[in-house]
């Protein structure tokens, strides 16, 4: 019935004929057959309909192979791999060699990792044997590249934060040496009469104003603090630091050229920070462009669109290798020699952008120069008036008594000279609970204190001062030695006492100095002008 399916063929043993019982068993058996074989095939057809189905639900490309190693069967993921990695087709029928993938000395059961030939693509591949009946080889394909991606930028910010935490701590313990050898070398200057010692000195000086900006660059990748955020002109920004440039500019023979959309909105921002972002941006810029041929040409621009301001910042010099082109944001990467650059100066342009909810990217090709793109979000306010501030006076005559208070001794001991040598009388403390007993002892024009002390702090210290001589706690100058946490920077802020980060001139001091003594004599005159009298018990 149905036709004819196969032939079963009857020998006889002996030389007996074959009577009709025989033929008619015979005949039973063969249909008893074709109908066992009718079943397989049916059940064999179902089995492979269920297994496409199920192969075909699997987010990973599956191969399976048949007891001669051929491709029997495949999912829609494993035809569009096979393709990305320029299989030839069609694929059913070929054996894993011919697809480019010999499975022959790979190990079985374990999963494999290896890159596209064309693309920077990566793929794993896992092979095992099947038990039972059917196919003998199950492939795995799977494109893995998004996954290495995500891990590796896990990595790098897990790396970023262990530099952070190592730099911080670094550069606190290099700030307060730092502090001393800046001072000091300041102080013998300004007493230094003989030419040659004076250029010496003033080496020095230079020296440590140069690892001074290194540690507050290694600082700037590291920190964690959120950016001020005030109305920021980009306009005023690049001006001023193309103009910073312009020297340079002229003995390179670089032609710059600004052109700031009309009406450009303020962006909102830490103006210090994005200052800074177009240093670095320029400062490649310009390095690169001192290697190239002239004509040499920097252009910067800005423009607005959809709330967003965008910088562009363009040198026609050598351009950035491809396999550079996203490296170079990376901490430590550059391809300045030795000593000349540390490969920081993307990734903190990279950091403050983000601080900012921007992005910054480079479009580039080797020979045809490159250009960065910083993008902010715009702000709406406008920028607020510049606050003028009445210059203070040169002179350092209010100052005839000032308390120091500071745990590193030989910092102490460089304030209570630098100072001494203005003419004020210098008293010293160690920590917090010296100083009160200092200032219970005698008055005092100002208050110059450490934050981070054994015992009790400057905060702590301010703190008792504001109690019990308030006066006082506004002729406050602290110093900080190392990145700031958030409670001191919420007290500096409360508080509202100037700060000087170390290291830190020996100009900045006095400067400070002189402007906190003269805002506390204006307090002291309106107090006085108001109640016409002792305004309480005050130290001074
Ligand atoms: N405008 C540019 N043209 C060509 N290459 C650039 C440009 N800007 C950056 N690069 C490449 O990117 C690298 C990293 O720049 P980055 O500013 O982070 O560090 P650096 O300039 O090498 O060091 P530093 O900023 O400390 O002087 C540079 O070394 C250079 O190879
Ligand atoms: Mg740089």
Request: proline share 5%; charged share 25%.
């Amino acid at each position: 019935r149905g036709g004819r399916r196969g032939l079963l063929a009857v020998l006889p043993a002996d030389r007996i004929v074959p009577d009709g019982g025989v033929r008619r068993l015979v005949a039973s058996l063969a249909q008893q057959a074709g109908v066992w074989w009718e079943r397989w095939r049916h059940g064999e057809e179902a089995r492979r309909t269920a297994r496409d189905a199920l192969i075909d639900q699997l987010p990973c490309g599956v191969i399976l192979l048949d007891e001669s190693g051929r491709v029997a069967a495949l999912n829609s993921v494993a035809r569009r791999l096979l393709a990305q990695l320029g299989a030839p087709e069609p694929v059913a029928g070929k054996n894993m060699d011919q697809l480019g993938l010999p499975l022959g000395s790979l190990p079985r059961d374990t999963d494999v990792e290896f890159s596209g030939r064309g693309d920077q693509r990566r793929y794993t591949l896992r092979w095992d044997e099947m038990p039972g009946p059917g196919e003998s080889i199950s492939v795995v394909l799977s494109d893995v590249t998004a996954e290495r991606g995500a891990r590796e930028q896990a990595m790098q910010a897990e790396k970023m934060s262990v530099i952070g935490e190592m730099l911080s701590g670094v550069a606190h313990e290099l700030n307060n040496p730092l502090a001393s050898v800046l001072g000091f070398s300041q102080l013998l200057l300004s007493q230094c009469t003989d030419e040659r010692q004076h250029e010496r000195l003033s080496l020095v000086v230079a020296e440590a104003q140069r690892a001074r900006r290194v540690v507050a660059n290694l600082l700037d990748v590291a920190r964690v603090r959120p950016p001020e955020r005030v109305a920021v002109s980009l306009d005023e920004i690049v001006t001023s630091v193309l103009t910073l440039f312009a020297y340079a500019f002229r003995v390179d023979d670089i032609d710059v050229e600004w052109r700031p959309a009309a009406n450009l909105p303020p962006v909102s921002g830490d103006r210090a920070r994005l200052q800074q972002v177009m240093v670095n941006l320029v400062s490649n810029a310009q390095h690169s462009l001192r290697q190239s041929h002239k004509p040499r040409r920097l252009t910067v621009r800005a423009d607005e669109a959809a709330g967003r301001v965008r910088l562009q910042v363009s040198d026609n010099g050598g351009g950035i290798p491809e396999n550079h082109l996203d490296r170079i944001f990376t901490p430590f990467f550059t391809t300045k020699a030795v000593g000349a650059g540390t490969g920081l100066g993307l990734a903190i342009c990279a950091r403050i952008a983000e601080e900012h909810g921007g992005t910054i990217h480079v479009r580039s090709q080797v020979g045809e120069g490159a250009t960065f793109l910083l993008d902010l979000p715009a702000g709406r306010t406008p920028a607020p008036p510049q606050v003028t501030t009445g210059t203070p006076p040169a002179d350092f005559a209010g100052l005839r008594r000032l308390l120091v208070v500071e745990d590193e001794d030989v910092f102490r001991q460089l304030l209570q000279e630098a100072l001494s040598e203005h003419g004020a009388e210098v008293v010293t403390a160690a920590d917090g609970a010296e100083a009160l007993a200092a200032m219970a002892a005698g008055s005092f024009d100002a208050v110059i204190s450490d934050l981070r002390m054994p015992g009790m702090n400057g905060m702590e210290f301010h703190a008792q001062v504001k109690r019990r001589w308030p006066a006082m706690a506004r002729r406050f100058v602290f110093i900080t030695g190392d990145v700031m946490d958030v409670d001191v920077r919420a007290f500096l802020e409360s508080c509202g006492a100037p700060h000087l980060p170390k290291p830190f001139g020996l100009q900045e001091l006095t400067d400070t100095l002189v402007k906190v003594v003269l805002a506390g004599e204006q307090d002291k005159g309106a107090v006085l002008n108001s109640f016409q009298g002792d305004s309480g018990e005050t130290a001074t």
